[in-house]
């Protein structure tokens, strides 16, 4: 094309021309294909686009062409479905270029037909997109990542739910199992807590696919302990392995259980797997990191949900136990008496309960004052501790009232346990200030589920009717109801 040509009016000037001039000067690529898929023409956008020379592609199939080592598939079957069908198409695909990189490009694809309608090419045009590809694929991966941190936060929401709702330190142990297990899936972890001399820690629970934790570390074997905060092993270049550790080339935290400012314990995690040349090296560090965020939380949420478990306990300790002796109290006993005579009901077990008081106790207090009558109840529910059977509880209900709640006892076991209360008291003389107080004795009154009654009002009403029946015979025995009495002692003089 001359300077004239160009120069000429625009109506003299053919379209193919100016089609011509748009292909060869547009930066967009363009393949033009015959009717086989061979490709015929190629533009220099193309070449600038993949730094392919002209004679890199002419002659080869256009699919080849368009078309990556690791190209989707689905969208390969596509390009080469609309190809076959000689349909046009639009789609977003990987090209490689000359250097073996790869170009995302904006491919349409359109048959061209003459006015006979035959199909005589093919005009394929591409856009570089490559840069739009990578900030959708970040914002891809944000997004992505911004999800899990969403569920990691629903996940310690709900976890922290459970734990402030554990009512016993057994129920709170199975929701740290559980949710740490679900938190940190990869990895094996152990809670070890103080003994009460807190020489040595002892475990109490774990979790993990196999985990092998040793029953008892000594506070000085870990790093964490010793230095008063939490540790991890794996992150830092200068690091030491704990002692209690059996692999140093796993990575592992340390982390300090705190309750009311005193460390009762230790979380261990181990991520075994992790090592230096496993399997998941790759994403090892920018993992660990994740999980020790989720490990202090963790860590924090626990010592607070044992705080609150340790406190409900003592409240709730301090409802059912009596002052003065220690003894639990009446609430306690009306409580467990009752579930204790259902599940007696139930597995067709015995069961009774022995009515106790104190002989002559307001003398006590009259004669010596309230402080002597104090240390008499203390002297006896001491006594009665000592004497009684795994298979009983003491209470004491008030005053000088006592009840022992026998479970699986017989009529004839209740009698003898009744008995050796009875002696075991007699036997034990209370001393004030170096003076020997006079002799304490009880009375004591059965009842007997089923032979009394089913209902735990009955079984008591009938144990005090027998205590009543053992004060009327001379006190310092012990009397089965409704029997005359049974294994009596001496009445006091």
Same mark, same amino acid.
């Given at each position: ?13 053919? +379209? ?29 956008? $193309? ?18 062409? @368009? ?26 695909? %990987? ?5 073996? %990189? ?44 911004? %999800? @899990? ?8 929401? @709900?976890?922290? +739910? ?51 934790? %040793? ?37 592992? $935290? ?21 090592? =230096? ?37 003592? #409240? ?18 009306? +409580? ?10 139930? =597995? ?52 000088? +009232? ?24 007699? =036997? ?27 209902? #735990? ?9 027998? #205590? ?26």
């Amino acid at each position: 094309m001359c300077a004239k040509d160009i120069m000429a009016p625009a109506a003299e000037v053919s +379209e193919a021309f100016f089609a011509e001039l748009v292909m060869r000067h547009s930066s967009d690529g363009v393949i033009i294909c015959a009717p086989d898929c061979s490709v015929v023409w190629v533009n220099p956008g $193309f070449g600038l686009q993949t730094g392919h020379a002209p004679e890199d592609i002419l002659g080869r199939m256009c699919p080849d062409v @368009l078309r990556a080592a690791d190209s989707d598939p689905e969208t390969t079957r596509k390009i080469e479905t609309a190809l076959s069908e000689r349909r046009e198409i639009r789609i977003d695909t %990987a090209i490689q270029g000359k250097s073996g %990189a790869l170009l995302w490009v904006d491919l349409r694809v359109t048959p061209v037909f003459d006015v006979t309608g035959r199909h005589t090419y093919f005009i394929a045009i591409m856009r570089d997109i490559t840069e739009r590809k990578l900030l959708e694929g970040q914002n891809e991966e944000m997004r992505h990542a911004e %999800a @899990l941190r969403q569920s990691e936060r629903q996940l310690l929401a @709900l976890t922290s +739910e459970w734990l402030y709702s554990a009512k016993s330190f057994a129920e709170l142990l199975m929701v740290i199992k559980r949710a740490m297990h679900t938190l940190i899936p990869e990895a094996d972890g152990a809670l070890y807590i103080y003994d009460t001399p807190r020489s040595m820690l002892g475990l109490v629970t774990s979790w993990g696919t196999a985990p092998n934790f %040793a029953q008892h570390i000594l506070p000085d074997d870990c790093w964490a302990l010793r230095r008063g905060r939490a540790y991890s092993y794996g992150l830092k270049p200068i690091e030491f392995a704990c002692d209690h550790v059996d692999n140093p080339d796993t990575p592992y $935290f340390c982390l300090p259980i705190i309750a009311h400012g005193e460390t009762i314990g230790l979380m261990h995690i181990v991520f075994d797997g992790f090592e =230096e040349g496993g399997v998941m090296r790759h994403m090892r560090a920018e993992t660990l990191r994740n999980r020790w965020d989720i490990s202090l939380i963790c860590a924090e949420q626990i010592s607070l949900a044992v705080a609150n478990v340790r406190l409900r306990q003592e #409240l709730q300790e301090q409802s059912v136990r009596d002052p003065l002796t220690g003894l639990h109290n009446r609430r306690w006993f009306s +409580e467990h008496a009752a579930r204790e005579i259902m599940l007696a009901e139930r =597995e067709g077990k015995p069961l009774a309960l022995i009515a106790l008081d104190i002989d002559h106790f307001k003398q006590f207090n009259d004669r010596f004052g309230h402080d002597v009558g104090d240390l008499v109840l203390k002297d006896v529910a001491a006594a009665l501790t000592r004497s009684i059977s795994n298979a009983a509880h003491v209470c004491r209900l008030g005053g000088e +009232e006592f009840v022992v709640l026998c479970r699986d006892q017989t009529e004839q076991q209740a009698l003898e346990q009744a008995e050796n209360l009875r002696l075991a008291v007699a =036997e034990s003389t209370p001393v004030l200030k170096g003076q020997t107080l006079p002799p304490v004795t009880i009375s004591a009154g059965i009842g007997v589920l089923g032979r009394d009654g089913r209902a #735990l009002e009955d079984i008591l009403k009938a144990a005090d009717l027998a #205590l009543y029946r053992a004060k009327a015979e001379g006190r310092n025995r012990v009397v089965l109801h409704p029997s005359p009495g049974a294994a009596t002692a001496p009445a006091l003089p």
